[in-house]
T-cell receptor
Framework: GQQLNQSPQSMFIQEGEDVSMNCTSSSIFNTWLWYKQDPGEGPVLLIALYKAGELTSNGRLTAQFGITRKDSFLNISASIPSDVGIYFCAGQNFGNEKLTFGTGTRLTIIP | EPEVTQTPSHQVTQMGQEVILRCVPISNHLYFYWYRQILGQKVEFLVSFYNNEISEKSEIFDDQFSVERPDGSNFTLKIRSTKLEDSAMYFC????????????FGNGTRLTVT
């Protein structure tokens, strides 16, 4: 089956630092999405990417859909305490609605 | 903003018992899903449902599992005879349609099988 690997698995940063994480796939996806999960809650959509090469921003978040359609990255600028959580990438293909989730990146902010 | 709601938030059951997890998807959405997340692991696809039938299911979704949309608003996941390894967070999700329609997730039901 399709595998999505995220790196790093976990990050420990100080408030105010920028964050970069990425996701690579063993196969092509038509759509890439980034979700954030807080403890005890469901994944919340952050950014959706629909075209290879697309760069999309949502506030302090920026994500790109790789040219090969097998990877994506997510950057967070000037991190704040509420950025703490687990970030998941997910791939989706047209005509097949299910999402395949990545392994997740856990972000911790050191006081 | 409309949201997916799930009940109960936490369900404890004994091994071998039947459980029904309930979801109310976003009202104008047409596609419905169940996902599972074992503690500390990634979110895994179980089943997708469209037009009153299963459109796809994963290997996890064996004969012990079933889904139903009993009325115009609810979407349920039944596990007939729970096993210890069914303990997980179960997330319901819905989407508007194919292509450019991200999934929206509920806050999950934590199922604990003892």
């Amino acid at each position: 089956g399709q595998q999505l690997n995220q790196s790093p698995q976990s990050m420990f940063i100080q408030e105010g630092e920028d964050v970069s994480m990425n996701c690579t796939s063993s196969s092509i996806f038509n759509t890439w999405l980034w979700y954030k999960q807080d403890p005890g809650e469901g994944p919340v959509l952050l950014i959706a990417l629909y075209k290879a090469g697309e760069l999309t921003s949502n506030g302090r978040l920026t994500a790109q859909f790789g040219i090969t359609r097998k990877d994506s990255f997510l950057n967070i600028s000037a991190s704040i305490p509420s950025d703490v959580g687990i970030y998941f990438c997910a791939g989706q293909n047209f005509g097949n609605e299910k999402l395949t989730f990545g392994t997740g990146t856990r972000l911790t902010i050191i006081p | 903003e409309p949201e997916v709601t799930q009940t109960p938030s936490h369900q404890v059951t004994q091994m071998g018992q039947e459980v029904i997890l309930r979801c109310v998807p976003i009202s104008n959405h047409l596609y419905f899903y169940w996902y599972r997340q074992i503690l500390g692991q990634k979110v895994e696809f179980l089943v997708s449902f469209y037009n009153n039938e299963i459109s796809e299911k994963s290997e996890i979704f064996d004969d012990q599992f079933s889904v139903e949309r009993p009325d115009g608003s609810n979407f349920t996941l039944k596990i007939r005879s729970t096993k210890l390894e069914d303990s997980a967070m179960y997330f319901c999700a819905s989407s508007a349609g194919t292509g450019y329609s991200p999934l929206h997730f509920g806050n999950g039901t934590r199922l604990t099988v003892t």
